[in-house]
């Protein structure tokens, strides 16, 4: 079964090498450094810089429609025979909405309830941006599903980083 894994920055490497992932998505502030694990080809990823923020500010990217769909699009290309890591420097909140909307995009019949269900019960602290929540509603034309079915789960148990975690695909 296709999965995703979803980690912090800190616990990528580790990630990857116990999972045997060979792709990864990473979402973070622009200019933060970041080394791909050896594992991984630089074909199989994809860096967007993008701030975790939901409204405009001077000096950071917004999440907007061209990192969503870049997301999405690389996700579409994934094989599916190894896991796709998704990750961001805490794991809690880039990283949670674009897993949210991974599946939503490769699972186009499955309830988003359903999803963010899925994502609570795998990560008490997932908190997924708002903001990339409802740009990736918007582009795989869920009409305020998306941001309902996270505004339904609420916000997560405070922490400093999340703990890696699974989501299943399909």
Known sequence: MPMLLVCPLSKLNATVAASGARSIVTLLNAGTPIQR?????????????MSD???PSDGHILPGRAEVESVVAFARRWDRRHPLVVHCYAGVSRSTAAAFAI???????????????????????????????????QVLSRNGRMVAAIQAIGRGVDC?????FRLDVS
């Open 37 to 49: 694990p050896s594992e991984i080809a630089a074909e199989h990823h994809m860096v967007i810089p």
């Open 53 to 55: 923020i939901i409204e």
């Open 103 to 137: 599946v939503c995009a490769l699972s186009p019949g499955r309830d988003e309830p359903a999803v963010a269900a899925a994502l609570r019960a795998a990560s008490p602290t997932a908190t997924p941006n708002a903001r990339l929540v409802a740009v990736a509603d």
């Open 160 to 164: 400093i980083e999340g703990s890696p």
